[in-house]
């Protein structure tokens, strides 16, 4: 079987990260004997707008449209074009064209790894957060008045609609029931922001009633964040907005011990349009250029990938692997943020050695 893949490294460790990715995921085609064409983009980074002026060519929609899934790493060089610049300009113009509403980002304590929370072990936290992905807080609707005086007024409108609300329940609710948990928890801030969020409250309860065997429950997202950190073993799929579920699958890794192995989809699951699969970190400028990123959360994506192309095998074999390297623990391999004193290149290698088998 065959799939075009478009390969995007984006900006920072996104570019030291990728090999590492496209290794993996190359071992695990060859052992596999899945085909994969591997098509490199060098647009929506921070590079290509300093000389385009712009983050993506404009015929990047028909570029990118045909690819079976789109292999991206990481946006953001501040230093030359402002964060909202790059990320408007390039990831959030996939997730909402290509209508990836579901943003997918498991959050799982790895064998070798320990948590920064006391007396956690591998088991203790696997859970999904499922972000809502095209919408919501990230709009775009709002605007300025009389910048620059003293009168100056800003306004940037939360947007939800039952169209785009309903999809990314129904899609955690399938999930929560395909988890042998079967719990969802539901994150909203419904007595502060009094019209959004409890209309929100109110579609998880009408989409609870197809769902007899899903136990729902709901957290206001400031004690929610606090029992990411006190309880995280109370948690099996978490459904959230575009913000909140942004902040939450962050927490989440960071309760894992590193950011750096947290993988993320951005999905269509109609299948319609290409699905994007990205490592949850960015660009990491403070670390960037030293080599040491940890590659396993692209890797990581990559499987991700492959089980979304079918292959849930090789997908397996990936994560397979980078368990077996996690647990035998050689520091010379690992990175730093796993409290080892090896390189990106290294630990990338290590895994695709044992991809292969
Ligand atoms: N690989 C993910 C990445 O580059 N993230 C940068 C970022 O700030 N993303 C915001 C978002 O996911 O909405």
């Known amino acids: 079987m065959s799939h075009r893949i478009a390969v995007i490294p984006g900006d920072g460790i996104g570019k030291e990260v990728m090999p590492e990715g496209v290794r993996a995921l190359e071992a695990a085609a060859h052992r596999f004997g899945i085909e994969l064409e591997l098509v490199n983009f060098d647009f929506a980074s921070c590079d290509y707008y300093q000389a385009h002026g712009k983050m993506l060519p404009d015929d990047w929609f028909e570029q990118l449209k045909d690819f079976d899934a789109i292999f991206y790493g990481a946006v953001g060089w501040p230093e030359t074009v402002p964060d909202h610049v790059s990320l408007w300009g390039s990831l959030l113009q996939f997730r909402r064209r290509f209508d990836q509403y579901v943003n ?111 136990a729902v429950d709901q957290f206001h997202i400031d004690i929610l964040t606090a029992n990411f950190v006190m309880h995280p073993d109370w948690f099996d799929v978490v459904v959230a907005s575009n913000l909140f579920g ?99 290149e290294g630990l990338g290698r290590a895994i695709a050695e044992r991809i292969k088998g």
């Open 104 to 214: 997918l980002r498991p959050c799982k304590l790895l064998p070798g790894i320990k948590s920064p929370l006391a007396d956690r072990k591998p088991g203790d936290i696997d859970f999904y957060v499922v972000r809502e992905n095209t919408e919501g807080e990230y709009s775009s609707v709002g605007g300025k008045m009389f910048e620059g005086t003293d009168r100056e007024v800003v306004i940037q409108e939360t947007v939800m609609t039952r169209h785009g609300t309903d999809r990314v329940l129904k899609y955690a609710f399938d999930l929560a029931q395909s988890r042998p948990r079967k719990k969802l928890t539901s994150a909203t801030k419904s007595n502060g922001i009094a019209i959004t969020m409890p209309w929100w409250d109110e579609r998880v309860k009408a989409m609870s009633a197809n769902y007899s065997d899903v």
């Open 246 to 344: 942004d902040i939450l699958s962050d927490l989440g890794p960071a309760c894992t011990g590193t950011i750096g192995v947290a993988p993320s989809a951005n999905i269509n699951p109609e299948g319609k349009f290409p699905s994007l699969f990205e490592p949850v970190h960015g660009s990491a400028p403070d670390i960037a250029g030293k080599g040491i990123a940890n590659p396993i959360g692209q890797i990581w994506s990559g499987a991700m990938m492959l089980e979304h192309l079918g292959h849930p095998k090789a997908a397996q074999a990936i994560v397979d692997a980078f368990e077996a390297v996690l647990s035998e623990g050689d520091s010379s391999t690992l990175t730093p943020d796993v409290r080892g004193q090896g390189s990106t």
